[in-house]
């Protein structure tokens, strides 16, 4: 299926990855694993992954490492550190690192899933990205270049919000 998206799990702890694998499999992904940094920027050159989670703390190289190197050859992919190791410095260092969110271990399915969810979304063909198209053909047809437009998305899928957009020319 073309708009899969594919998932890649780096992470030291078997039980962590078939979990993930097993849920984001049952959720419609296409999953793939790596047991630590190394493994996992390698399948990440196979698969080009749109989103990886990996874990913070990995033999040979950790977490925020992997998601250093993997940023410089794959800008446009969303990436979510998972940790057994959760406090407030160590996000914060992942999120100025780039990773788009942080997810303290242990997760529950649901949990995953809508961290993943959110993910997707920021993806630069994800719905953010939609929807903002959405609101700029909104302004174009409208002759609106610059305040904010609200979009909604299709009735029952519950989403609604602003877009602001630039002055013109910037």
Same mark, same amino acid.
């Given at each position: 299926m073309a708009d899969q998206l594919k998932v890649l799990v780096a992470d030291d702890e078997e039980p962590i990855r078939d979990s993930c694998r097993q849920v984001l499999t049952k959720a419609g992904y296409e999953c793939h694993t790596a047991v630590d940094g190394i493994e996992g920027l390698h399948f990440a050159h196979q698969v080009d992954?749109?989103?990886?989670?990996? /874990?913070?703390?990995?033999?040979?190289? #950790?977490?925020?490492?992997? $998601? #250093?190197?993997? $940023?410089?050859?794959?800008?446009?992919?969303?990436?979510?550190?998972?940790? @057994?190791?959760?406090?407030?410095?160590?996000?914060? /260092?992942?999120?100025?690192?780039?990773?788009? /969110?942080?997810?303290?271990?242990?997760?529950?399915? #649901?949990?995953? =899933?809508?961290?993943?969810? =959110?993910? =997707?979304?920021? =993806?630069? #063909? @994800?719905?953010?990205?939609?929807y903002r198209r959405l609101a700029e053909a909104r302004a174009d047809r409208c002759g609106r270049h610059r305040g904010s437009i609200h979009v909604e998305s299709e009735v029952g899928k519950g989403t609604s919000f602003f877009v602001r957009l630039p002055e013109p020319g910037m």
């Amino acid at each position: 299926m073309a708009d899969q998206l594919k998932v890649l799990v780096a992470d030291d702890e078997e039980p962590i990855r078939d979990s993930c694998r097993q849920v984001l499999t049952k959720a419609g992904y296409e999953c793939h694993t790596a047991v630590d940094g190394i493994e996992g920027l390698h399948f990440a050159h196979q698969v080009d992954p749109d989103l990886v989670l990996l /874990d913070l703390m990995m033999p040979g190289m #950790d977490g925020l490492s992997m $998601l #250093d190197q993997l $940023l410089k050859t794959h800008p446009n992919v969303v990436c979510i550190v998972i940790t @057994g190791y959760a406090t407030i410095e160590s996000a914060v /260092d992942a999120m100025k690192h780039g990773a788009f /969110d942080f997810l303290p271990k242990p997760f529950t399915p #649901d949990e995953l =899933r809508v961290i993943v969810t =959110r993910g =997707r979304a920021q =993806r630069p #063909d @994800g719905a953010a990205q939609h929807y903002r198209r959405l609101a700029e053909a909104r302004a174009d047809r409208c002759g609106r270049h610059r305040g904010s437009i609200h979009v909604e998305s299709e009735v029952g899928k519950g989403t609604s919000f602003f877009v602001r957009l630039p002055e013109p020319g910037m």
